[in-house]
């Protein structure tokens, strides 16, 4: 069974930083994109940032750029999600995603096959 754990949410003040992690576990994903999506209440799921196989091309959403950083562990199976700087805004339950298929990137969330339950960022001003 394949499975998509995130973990590291929790309550930070507005300035501070959270790592969230994702780990896969009833396959390997080392050849598969991997991506970082979130959901405020009463929103749509959004893209925040993905990650291609080896980990040499990254892109992020406006929103975080500069503040967030994708990184990957094919060795552990492990995405993380390095958030520093955070605000308020950035209040939401994050879900870790990979694409079903080996291939290139996207933020589209209809291109990603396997999800996590997510895990909840607060962020208080």
């Known amino acids: 069974q394949v499975q998509l754990k995130e973990s590291g949410g929790g309550l930070v003040e507005a300035g501070g930083s959270l790592r969230l992690s994702c780990a896969a576990s009833g396959r390997t994903f080392s050849d598969h994109a991997m991506g970082w999506f979130r959901q405020a209440p009463g929103q749509e799921r959004k893209f925040v940032a993905v990650?291609?196989?080896?980990?040499?091309?990254?892109y992020y959403a406006d929103s975080v750029k500069g503040r967030f950083t994708i990184s990957r562990d094919n060795a552990e199976n492990t995405v993380l999600l390095q958030m520093n700087s955070l605000k308020p805004e950035d209040t939401a339950v994050y879900y870790c995603a990979a694409r079903g298929l080996p291939g290139t990137v996207s933020v589209l969330a209809t291109d990603y096959h396997y999800w996590g339950q997510g895990t909840q960022v607060t962020v208080s001003s």
């Open positions: 990650i291609n196989w080896s980990g040499t091309l990254t």
